[in-house]
């Protein structure tokens, strides 16, 4: 299954505190970056740490990945899901299998993917198309955005996606090969 290249992915971070989160919030949003996501929303506690991670991320490996502050993600939510602009898919362990709901994803339309960190408010479900689960037990916000990427929008060809970057890796056998682009 593949998702349209025109059409935006988005990750929205519920819930991020500032010390607990650190990097764990930052892993996300770069796991989302490498795994096919066009922008991650940052909310709960206000932080410019992991912005300036992903910013600086893409700047140096490339693509075009945004990332912002959402100071009401409930109310982005309720926006979203009343005009239906996107669909909205809730990653959670009590939701319903990957597996059985991929192929009834719409996927001529944009998608937020919403995990949470701390205690998920119980509207999320109910203003959430599709509420999914990597399997039925507690694991992590970036295992199950990992698998979830992976599954709806399979393989990415690097060079395509992340253009224009600073640095190149250069899959080898041994060791690190890079390649640096010379500055203007
Ligand atoms: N305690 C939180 C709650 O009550 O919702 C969940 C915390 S969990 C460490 C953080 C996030 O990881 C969840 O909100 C969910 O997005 C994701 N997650 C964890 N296990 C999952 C699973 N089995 N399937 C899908 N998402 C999962």
Redo the contacts with the bound molecule.
């Keep these: 299954m593949t998702s349209s290249d025109s059409n935006n992915i988005s990750v929205l971070r519920?819930g991020h505190r500032r010390e607990r989160d650190k990097r764990i919030t930052s892993h996300l949003g770069l796991t989302a970056r490498a795994f096919g996501a066009d922008e991650i929303i940052l909310s709960g506690e206000e932080d410019n740490s992991p912005i300036e991670t992903w910013t600086s991320v893409t700047s140096r490996f490339g693509g075009d990945f945004d990332c912002h502050y959402e100071p009401k993600p409930l109310n982005f939510l309720r926006k979203i899901s009343k005009t239906k602009s996107s669909t909205i898919i809730?990653?959670?362990?009590y939701?319903q299998d990957l597996e059985e709901i991929i192929p009834k994803i719409p996927n001529d339309k944009s998608m937020i993917i919403?995990?949470?960190?701390?205690?998920?408010p119980g509207e999320v479900y109910g203003l959430s198309d599709y509420n999914?689960?990597?399997?039925?037990?507690?694991?992590?916000?970036v295992?199950?955005l990992a698998i979830f990427l992976n599954t709806w929008v399979g393989r990415i060809d690097s060079s395509e996606k992340f253009n224009g970057g600073e640095i190149k890796v250069i899959p080898s056998i041994r060791g690190k090969k890079v390649f640096v682009a010379e500055e203007e």
């Design positions: 519920l809730h990653l959670t362990m939701g919403v995990v949470g960190g701390t205690k998920v999914i689960s990597i399997g039925n037990q507690p694991h992590s916000e295992a199950a």
